[in-house]
């Protein structure tokens, strides 16, 4: 067996120096809170915070725990803090259009002072109105309005009287208007008088009437006239009082506000209203419960709520451009809703009952919300789509409301907001490809990587994110061979010994758990035999279902053989993902061959048991067995290639190199190896092509052949450019460096056939060739005696 194939013991592992951090422990770093790693991200979401352009809103793509939300949330403060805070929102009734409140914007810290005015204003006004129709001023100018005009309707009556005499009548002024009384000795008539008049006499009073009543016709005229001039004149007087009182409380407010056309014209209708509807400032402040039923909208607190003013959004607490993160944006989170009270089985509402959303509350600064979140809820989506694209955010209820409801259209409020959604690369290519706006709305993209370079800045940098979680969340100082142990596992979690992962919330994991070993063990600083512990112990509560499969193979349950040589089957390599923990999981493969034109036939494909990617890696041997044996001959061959004991689905194609060792093994009639495991992809030219995992399928391996009995023959083929990925336990380096356990590199399938077989590849190249033209001959004869 070569030697030149065994991976050297210096590269199983890329062990951290802690002498590269100039301190004994974190409580002697600088402690920083700086995003490490996320340069290309940083950079974008800067650009797209500094540019203030329609449509450059920002779509934040990466894993959880790689920073993605924190920083988002950061960032977005440093930028609000150089904005203007954001003005005051409010609500009022519109005098123009009933159904659709008026949005008046007030500068921040305005619309409280604007509400109390309005308030004050319809208070004094309510006071005052009441008290000018008493003051003695108004009764005597009311006195000296009814006595012109009594005199004047007097000077009248008395010369209709003068006409009326000669038909023996009076005229009198009564509730009713003007009546003919007729008269008798020069008196008028009483009820029994007039009762005992016979036939004849009734007959020549009406016709004395009838001419009376062509004679005053004009005088009458007259006299309504009088007295439509004394309503009219009555109605003036009130209103130059109404119009002095609101001249008084609003004129003042007018001038105060004069640079906002939308208040001045508010207070203007508000004037002209009230001066028309006065009179319900004098209605008693209680009705009896018959008028409250039959007059629902017309009691006087529910018709004097049309002048106050809804403080729809108050900014008075902001300095700056808010932030905000919306945990549920749902529609009315989102974009406010109109409530409603049931009277009577009707659904009632006003201006008051408009309530603000989070992008309101957003409005003028950024808000951030989770692009899982609010897929969840298309309306929500749809709606946010559409304000960024009008740039107005409008108030309106989705659910029906019954047919006795009243409705309400609120204007828009202008926006201004930048929009910053987090999500992954998934959703972002199917919102990119699937969605039109998305790709118009959203013209920013930050990208948080998972890993980064393993610089020597990068790993001082942790170093300095250590400190920063200790000082946050009152850790125990970590002593540099703490953070050496800390950067290795972070290469681990990277699954690169060149890379450092940038899923920082793994790490945390670690320090809090680290931290609560070396507290029960009363220790002051954490050395690298917490940190250590804490990765052992995180993963002995996870790893239970691969101490399950190990059992099942030690019973002899599933077959894994680690001793002897046997035709055809070979141990694979795979990886389960169990949630919090990864493992490596040996599973034997085994081939047939046999004479015939049906191929490799997979039969986890037949039984529909495999994914695609499985599928197209076993095609891949058709493809090899091909160009390498069948140039001369065609390839007469049937294979049947399975995973033994597997019940589920299978999936991924770093199996179809192992699947081609057992296939020429069974071609070669050559035995394989049971001690040693393989894992690697291979492509029709027969080189091996990296996978992934490659650390827990080692280590899933040494775990069976420990269980089993080292013997120095065990090992692992894995493929020569997985070598950047080791970054195995400090147990498989040992057995590695006693010499109990073996791990090979190679580049192609001839390399590994040898450290299978101990042949060379030459010689089971031919018997491969010798087989293969065997049954191409076969296949041969057996046409030709079917033609004939």
């Known amino acids: 067996m ?63 725990g790689t920073g993605r939300n924190s920083y988002s949330y950061l960032m977005a403060q440093e930028f609000a803090k150089k904005k203007a805070p954001p003005k005051d929102w409010c609500y009022v009734y519109n005098f123009k259009r009933p159904k659709s409140p008026k949005a008046i914007g007030l500068e921040n810290g305005k619309g409280k002072e604007f509400k109390k005015d309005i308030d004050n204003g319809l208070k004094e006004i309510g006071i005052e109105i009441p008290k000018v129709f008493i003051s003695k001023e108004y009764e005597n100018n009311k006195n000296l309005i009814y006595n012109t005009h009594q005199k004047q309707a007097q000077e009248i009556l008395n010369e209709l009287n003068n006409v009326a005499k000669d038909y023996n009548f009076i005229f009198k002024q009564t509730e009713k208007g003007i009546l003919s009384i007729p008269l008798k000795n020069n008196r008028p008539m009483t009820d029994e008088e007039l009762n005992a008049l016979s036939e004849k006499e009734i007959e020549a009073l009406m016709e004395s009437s009838n001419e009376l009543s062509q004679k005053s016709y004009d005088y009458i005229k007259m006299v309504r006239e009088v007295e439509k001039n004394l309503a009219e004149e009555i109605k003036k007087l009130k209103n130059k009082n109404i119009n002095k009182i609101l001249d008084i409380h609003l004129n003042p407010l007018i001038e105060k506000y004069k640079d906002n056309l939308d208040i001045v014209e508010y207070l203007e209708d508000m004037k002209k209203d009230i001066a028309k509807n006065y009179d319900m400032f004098l209605m008693p402040e209680e009705q009896n419960h018959l008028e409250s039923l039959l007059l629902i909208g017309n009691r006087r607190e529910d018709i004097m709520k049309k002048y106050q003013v809804n403080l729809f959004l108050d900014n008075s607490n902001k300095k700056s451009g808010p932030v905000i993160r919306e945990m549920n944006p749902n529609y009315y989170n989102l974009f406010g809703k109109i409530e409603y009270v049931n009277e009577l089985g009707g659904l009632r509402t006003d201006h008051l009952k408009i309530r603000p959303g989070s992008l309101h509350e957003a409005n003028g600064g950024y808000i951030i919300i989770q692009a899982k979140d609010i897929l969840q809820n298309p309306y929500s989506w749809e709606g946010l789509k559409r304000s960024i694209a009008t740039e107005q955010i409008t108030v ?73 979680q200790c000082n946050e969340e009152n850790l125990r100082p970590f002593h540099k061979s703490a953070l050496s142990a800390i950067i290795e596992e972070s290469s681990r979690i990277a699954g690169h010994k060149n ?144 995973f033994e004991q597997s019940y589920s689905g299978i999936d991924g194609d770093s199996a179809s190199s192992t699947e081609l060792y057992a296939l020429l093994s069974s071609l070669a009639e050559v035995p394989i190896k049971q001690s040693i495991a393989v894992t690697g992809s291979v492509n029709q030219k027969g080189r091996i092509q990296p996978i992934g995992g490659v650390n827990e399928k080692i280590e899933g391996f040494y775990k069976i052949c420990k269980l089993k009995g080292l013997t120095g023959n065990e090992g692992v083929i894995i493929p020569y450019v997985n070598i950047q990925n080791l970054m195995l336990s400090d147990e498989v380096i040992e057995a590695v460096e006693n010499g109990e356990f073996r791990i090979y590199a190679v580049k192609t399938i001839d390399e590994g056939i040898e450290i299978l077989t101990g042949m060379k590849a030459e010689e089971i190249n031919k018997l491969v060739q010798k087989k293969l033209d065997y049954y191409a001959e076969i296949s041969q004869r057996f046409s030709e005696d079917f033609q004939s």
């Open 2 to 64: 070569k030697k030149d194939y065994l991976v050297p013991l210096k590269e199983l592992k890329e062990k951290c120096n802690e002498d590269i951090f100039q301190y004994e422990t974190t409580k002697d770093i600088k402690v920083s809170r700086e995003l490490i790693g996320q340069e290309r991200a940083m950079e974008a979401l800067e650009y797209g915070l500094n540019i203030e352009r329609k449509g450059y809103n920002i779509f934040v793509s990466g894993l959880i």
């Open 396 to 468: 309106e209820n989705i659910t029906g409301l019954n047919i006795i409801s009243e409705t309400l259209r609120p204007e828009p409020i202008p926006l201004d907001v930048k929009v910053i959604i987090i999500g992954d690369y998934y959703l972002y290519q199917l919102l990119y490809y699937y969605d039109d706006d998305f790709k118009k709305l959203f013209k920013i993209r930050a990208e948080f990587d998972i890993e980064m370079d393993k610089s020597e800045e990068n790993i001082k940098k942790i170093g300095s994110f250590v400190a920063y």
């Open 499 to 642: 890379k450092l992962t940038a899923r920082f919330n793994e790490l945390v994991e670690i320090l809090y758990e680290a931290d609560g070993w070396a507290a029960k063990d009363n220790q002051e600083i954490i050395n690298r035999e917490y940190v250590e512990k804490a990765i052992l112990k995180k993963n002995y509560r996870n790893n239970n279902y691969e101490e399950k499969l190990i059992e099942l193979i030690d019973n002899e349950l599933i077959f894994v053989d680690t001793k002897g040589e046997k035709i055809g089957e070979i141990n694979g390599l795979s990886v389960i993902d169990s949630g919090q923990y990864l493992f490596g999981k040996p599973s034997k493969i085994t081939v047939n061959t046999y004479g015939g034109k049906d191929g490799v036939i997979n039969i986890e494909r037949e039984v529909e048991q495999s994914g695609s990617i499985y599928d197209k890696g076993v095609l891949i041997l058709t493809g090899y067995l091909g160009e390498k044996y069948a140039q001369n001959n065609p390839l007469s061959l049937t294979a049947s290639i399975t």
